[in-house]
């Protein structure tokens, strides 16, 4: 996959540049490369400056907490970077929650194993959903984190809205 500046691989070639939850996710999964990058770069605006990536090639997971009757619940959300998640709209009906807001950087990382700034759908805990905003699941080719800051994994959309634990919904604004 030729996305920006970058020296794509195969992820399985090269699972030194992933996550530990990441590299057993992706070993089952055809299409998906990896290329390292500087650390520094990793937030959105940043890393597609200097890898000429553009927005609407960049992918964003957010992960949420979904509260109903005391039951907290996490979900991660894929949009392209050019797009926001309509959290309190369409995520929290989704979710049937009643309140619904950003998971805490803490409790991001410490529950997904990943570092801030990388976390991807690829290795959530079990029983996370992934929302997959249409426009995602549509893509050819995007450009998601890789669970740690210093890569980036590419795909096809299709291969993130056919996870199993996969929703693809109408979620940006």
Request: glycine share 10%; charged share 25%; net charge negative.
């Given at each position: 996959?030729?996305?920006?500046?970058?020296?794509?691989?195969?992820?399985?070639?090269?699972?030194?540049?992933?996550?530990?939850?990441v590299a057993r996710a992706v070993a089952g999964l055809d299409g998906v490369e990896v290329a390292e990058i500087d650390p520094t770069l990793?937030?959105?605006?940043?890393?597609?400056?200097?890898?000429?990536?553009?927005?609407?090639?960049?992918?964003?997971?957010?992960?949420?907490?979904?509260?109903?009757?005391?039951?907290?619940r996490y979900a991660a959300c894929m949009v392209l970077a050019t797009t926001r998640v309509d959290v309190n709209?369409?995520?929290?009906?989704?979710?049937?929650a009643r309140k619904i807001s950003f998971?805490?950087?803490d409790d991001a990382v410490g529950l997904t194993g990943m570092e801030y700034g990388g976390i991807t759908p690829l290795g959530l805990p079990e029983?996370?959903?992934?929302?997959?905003?249409?426009?995602?699941?549509?893509?050819?080719?995007?450009v998601i984190g890789s669970g740690v800051?210093?890569?980036?994994?590419?795909?096809?959309?299709a291969v993130l809205a056919d996870l199993k634990i996969a929703e693809v919904l109408r979620m940006a604004n």
């Open positions: 996959m030729a996305i920006g500046t970058l020296d794509w691989v195969r992820a399985a070639e090269r699972l030194d540049l992933l996550a530990e939850p990793a937030d959105t605006a940043a890393f597609c400056e200097r890898y000429g990536v553009s927005l609407a090639e960049s992918a964003n997971c957010v992960i949420v907490a979904a509260k109903r009757g005391g039951e907290v709209g369409v995520v929290r009906r989704h979710l049937d998971a805490s950087q029983g996370w959903p992934v929302l997959v905003d249409e426009a995602v699941a549509a893509h050819p080719g995007v800051r210093h890569s980036k994994l590419a795909l096809p959309g």
